[in-house]
């Protein structure tokens, strides 16, 4: 046992030196970084919070509409009515805000990632190192360096989200790229594509399905991150199951715990839409579809699928 003892090492010690080093010697960095990420964060959440929630739920409603189908947006509606009268209106928005401004800083650092992956397999060896570290790190170590460096608040809640959220958009877009056919990619040189028109014309629109499947498991993640990230003061929907926790208020808890669900399942179902080929039809038509009574064209599919299985 003494031996075991001896042998140890001591990769705490040398953690705390390094973060001690950055916070010495990288302080303007940080504060630049969390004015950046505040800014991003409080501006999403300025904005939904000064629309009036009816027409925020209108709005929604609609945007379910178009891209899901009318069943769905009569399930937003309900839905949204159902968080108003739980007085809970307030902490969806501020979640919603955190979740989208992460998903958006997520999204806006990973995809160049992604494509730098696609473009060079030395970059893909190095990064997927990475990003599998990321992804099996427990999300609540990622706490203590955000308070650490930025305190407490919304601001670090969000780092630890963009950090935890990051890896499927990076994976994914790397994937999505990888798997568009050499036939295609050919067929771009021989009209003469640059590298730039190949990525842009050719590449990222066939690569599109994976790509937004990368932006869906990217916010989903951010989501799952919000009662987690309440710990350190990013409030919202988090802030009210925490409380439920600490007080053992069961009604508490669950209110906050079916607010979380309802935008987890809004925001799935509208990101899963604009993956699908077919979902890009006018709002006008869906609404000429719906009162007629015609399904929308993703439904249409759908059932044609299913008479056929």
Request: net charge neutral; proline share 5%.
């Amino acid at each position: 046992m003494e031996t075991i003892k001896a042998l140890r090492i001591p990769i705490g010690d040398w953690v705390e030196a390094i973060v001690d080093f950055i916070l010495i010697n990288f302080q303007p960095l940080l504060d630049a970084i969390a004015a950046a990420i505040g800014f991003v964060s409080e501006s999403f959440e300025n904005t939904l919070l000064w629309i009036h929630p009816l027409i925020l739920t209108a709005l929604l409603v609609l945007l379910s509409l178009w891209r899901v189908g009318w069943r769905f947006a009569i399930f937003a509606a309900v839905s949204l009515f159902v968080i108003m009268g739980m007085n809970l209106w307030q902490e969806t928005v501020s979640t919603m805000a955190l979740v989208v401004a992460a998903s958006f800083v997520a999204l806006i650092l990973g995809f160049p990632v992604g494509i730098a992956m696609a473009k060079s397999d030395t970059v893909e060896a190095v990064v997927r190192p990475i990003l599998d570290f990321m992804q099996t790190m427990p999300p609540f170590v990622y706490l203590i360096p955000a308070a650490m460096f930025f305190g407490l608040g919304k601001v670090p809640g969000t780092i630890a989200t963009v950090i935890f959220a990051m890896p499927p958009s990076v994976r994914l877009t790397n994937l999505g790229i990888r798997q568009v056919s050499h036939e295609n990619v050919e067929a771009g040189l021989a009209f003469g594509c640059t590298d730039r028109q190949l990525l842009m014309k050719v590449q990222l629109p066939l690569a599109l399905p994976s790509i937004m499947a990368g932006v869906n498991q990217t916010i989903m993640l951010a989501l799952s991150m919000v009662v987690i990230a309440s710990m350190i003061g990013a409030g919202g929907l988090g802030n009210t199951v925490l409380t439920g926790i600490q007080r053992l208020n069961i009604g508490l808890g669950f209110e906050g715990g079916l607010g979380v669900v309802i935008v987890a399942i809004m925001l799935d179902r509208i990101t899963q839409s604009f993956g699908h080929i077919g979902q890009g039809e006018s709002l006008f038509r869906r609404l000429m579809r719906t009162l007629r009574g015609h399904p929308a064209a993703g439904e249409e599919k759908g059932e044609e699928h299913a008479r056929t299985t």
